[in-house]
Nanobody, 126 residues
Framework: QVQLVESGGGLVQAGGSLRLSCAAS????????MGWFRQAPGKERECVAA????????YYSDSVKGRFTISRDNAKNMVYLQMNSLKPEDTAVYYC???????????????????WGQGTQVTVSS
């Protein structure tokens, strides 16, 4: 069983920063891509950032481009999301996702990922 554990969420004022971490563990597992998704109440889950673990190629949604940075540590099977200049509209539950399959990856799609964390709440106050 593969487990993804997120940490680093919390409450922050607008303009502030948070850093999310995600650790993958469990049976022998190599992730081919990892991503951060978020879901606000009444909205669909959306990908905010993703990264291919081998090449380091990244994807960012337009809403976070220039403010969020995704990075990875291949040796530890971890991924991070540095979130700067946070806005109230960034408030959501943030989920870590990992893909355990080979093949072409469309990083922004929920269906591209096989494993999900439990989510961590990020609340940005105005």
């Amino acid at each position: 069983q593969v487990q993804l554990v997120e940490s680093g969420g919390g409450l922050v004022q607008a303009g502030g920063s948070l850093r999310l971490s995600c650790a993958a563990s469990g049976r022998t597992f190599s992730s081919y891509a990892m991503g951060w998704f978020r879901q606000a109440p009444g909205k669909e889950r959306e990908c905010v950032a993703a990264i291919k673990m081998s090449s380091g190629a990244t994807y960012y949604s337009d809403s976070v481009k220039g403010r969020f940075t995704i990075s990875r540590d291949n040796a530890k099977n971890m991924v991070y999301l540095q979130m700067n200049s946070l806005k109230p509209e960034d408030t959501a539950v943030y989920y870590c996702a990992a893909r355990g399959r080979t093949g072409e990856v469309y990083m922004k799609f929920v269906s591209s990922y096989d494993y999900w964390g439990q989510g961590t709440q990020v609340t940005v106050s105005s």
